[in-house]
């Protein structure tokens, strides 16, 4: 699972202070788990825009942010609300942002997490950074453990 941590408020609204409207997308795997990106985010997300003067066009959580096709379906099948935004607003890991930047190239798109880690889930709430990605994975030579980021 992709660990992310929300970007502060205030700092959203900074980079997104040319936009007037903003679609949301939010992530129905790891930010939803970690309850970063998932519906009731997404819904505090919108009602924090709206209060600060914005307004939300509409919204979705897909299954999986960073699986393209079923992004772009989705994304497709609300193609109205989306070209009524002047900005869309990503919550989910740089993976499921790239997704969406991607698919939407002709829109600014603007990262609402900061993504951190790996995380290995212990128990509900509970996780465990082991990996750092690092690309230079040497765990199998040191009994399972990684050097770099435990």
Same mark, same amino acid.
């Given at each position: 699972?992709?660990?992310?941590? &929300?970007? !502060?408020?205030?700092? +959203?609204?900074?980079?997104?202070?040319?936009?007037?409207?903003?679609?949301?997308? #939010?992530?129905?795997? *790891?930010a939803? =788990?970690?309850?970063?990106?998932?519906?009731?985010? /997404?819904?505090?997300?919108? @009602?924090?825009?709206?209060?600060?003067g914005?307004? $939300?066009?509409?919204?979705? /959580? &897909? !299954? =999986?942010?960073?699986? =393209? +096709?079923? $992004?772009?379906?989705?994304?497709?099948?609300?193609k109205?609300?989306?070209?009524?935004? %002047?900005?869309v +607003? $990503?919550?989910?890991?740089?993976?499921? /942002? @790239?997704?969406v930047?991607?698919?939407? @190239? %002709?829109? &600014? /798109?603007?990262?609402?997490?900061?993504?951190?880690?790996?995380?290995?889930?212990?128990?509900?709430?509970?996780?465990?950074?082991?990996?750092?990605? *690092?690309?230079? *994975? $040497?765990?199998? @030579?040191?009994? #399972?453990? *990684? &050097? =770099?980021?435990?």
């Open positions: 699972m992709i660990a992310t941590t &929300p970007k !502060d408020f205030e700092e +959203l609204l900074k980079r997104l202070s040319e936009a007037d409207s903003i679609y949301i997308v #939010g992530c129905g795997d *790891c939803t =788990v970690l309850q970063t990106g998932g519906e009731y985010e /997404v819904a505090e997300m919108k @009602q924090k825009l709206e209060e600060a914005k307004t $939300v066009t509409g919204t979705v /959580v &897909p !299954d =999986v942010t960073c699986q =393209v +096709l079923d $992004v772009k379906r989705l994304l497709r099948a609300d109205e609300a989306i070209e009524a935004a %002047d900005a +607003l $990503v919550m989910a890991c740089g993976s499921g /942002v @790239q997704a930047a991607e698919i939407l @190239q %002709d829109k &600014p /798109v603007f990262a609402a997490l900061d993504t951190t880690f790996i995380a290995d889930k212990f128990r509900a709430g509970e996780f465990y950074e082991w990996c750092s990605l *690092c690309g230079e *994975c $040497v765990v199998d @030579q040191y009994g #399972g453990i *990684c &050097p =770099v980021t435990r």
